[in-house]
């Protein structure tokens, strides 16, 4: 467990993620009936950018504050800006992590369950949101917590598996063995994964293992900054969704158009893959 967050928070992973994430939550906010919110690897929820973890690495500077100095075209980009920036002033300065942003949507009427493994992330996660009663936060084993928390008494909602892949095989083998609980118990869910691009090789072999899944709707939407051929590099960054809402692809291609403008380091390099599996 040596994976923190603090030295990624806000980079173009980030942005794309939460991006998407928020996209999500406001359609699920559509229907009226109540929803619940489910995360496996939380994390601490806000980042400082000024702290020596975000200092020494300045992903941030790629990633959010590209974002922050200009006016996004496309609404869903636009309004993931705007929340960013309630938890800032003038200056760009803290970066809010998918709890803090998921909580800042929450309808009164919704819920969501917190899992986060690391004894001082969990810790400062749950002082984050020691005002908040809708967001119950749990210390433990993500995918192992799913056994405990699913089905939600809701039936609709929303998982994020988004785990620190220190180990890409491994972690890759967790999540499609988790996905066959998740279809037992909630197949209706929406799921959303996020995983690291870097050799194509190892990303290839996951998505057919995934076409083997018992789910029937699978969405896959990469935003590449650099040629996927370097397995010690982030060149990309992955999102798989299970289930995805009504026209929700056309949502993901207006983010990934922008977002690859945006935060291409080169645009020779800069590339989008959007399709569904099956
Ligand atoms: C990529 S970060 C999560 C970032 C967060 N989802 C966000 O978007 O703001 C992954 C988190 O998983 C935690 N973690 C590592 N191993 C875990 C495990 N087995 N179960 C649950 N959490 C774990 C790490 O401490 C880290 O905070």
């Known amino acids: 467990m040596n994976y923190r967050h603090a030295y990624h928070a806000g980079n173009f992973a980030d942005v794309y993620k939460h991006s998407v994430l928020i996209a999500l939550i406001e359609t699920l906010k559509i229907k009226p009936t109540p929803f619940c919110y489910l995360e496996t690897h939380a994390g601490k929820g806000l980042y400082s950018l000024l702290d020596p973890e975000s200092q020494k690495t300045l992903e941030y500077v790629s990633g959010i504050q590209r974002i922050w100095e200009i006016e996004p075209k496309t609404q869903e980009i636009r309004f993931y800006a705007h929340l960013v920036a309630r938890f800032n002033q003038q200056q760009l300065r803290y970066y809010p992590g998918s709890p803090l942003l998921v909580a800042a949507l929450l309808r009164p009427e919704d819920r969501g369950i917190l899992v986060e493994l690391h004894p001082e992330e969990i810790q400062l ?3 984050s949101l020691r005002h908040n009663r809708q967001l119950a936060i749990h210390q433990g084993e993500g995918y192992l917590a799913l056994k405990a928390f699913l089905p939600p008494k809701e039936k609709r909602g929303l998982l994020l598996i988004d785990p620190p892949f220190e180990q890409q095989q491994e972690e890759f083998g967790s999540i499609l063995n988790s996905l ?99």
């Not at 290839?204 to 590449?224: D, M, N």
């Not at 040629?227 to 993901?252: C, R, T």
């Open 125 to 127: 996660l749950k002082t």
């Open 180 to 278: 066959k609980l998740i279809h037992q118990r909630w197949r209706q869910g929406i799921v959303l994964i996020w995983y690291p691009i870097k050799h194509r090789h190892s990303i290839e072999r996951f998505h057919q293992q995934l076409k083997k899944s018992p789910f029937e709707k699978i969405l896959v939407a990469e935003l590449l900054l650099f040629p996927d051929d370097n397995a010690l590099k982030l060149n990309g960054s992955g999102l798989i969704l299970l289930n995805a809402p009504w026209q929700f692809e056309q949502v993901i291609g207006s983010i990934l158009v922008e977002l690859k403008e945006l935060l291409a380091i080169d645009p020779r390099f800069a590339k989008v893959n959007l399709g569904s599996l099956k």
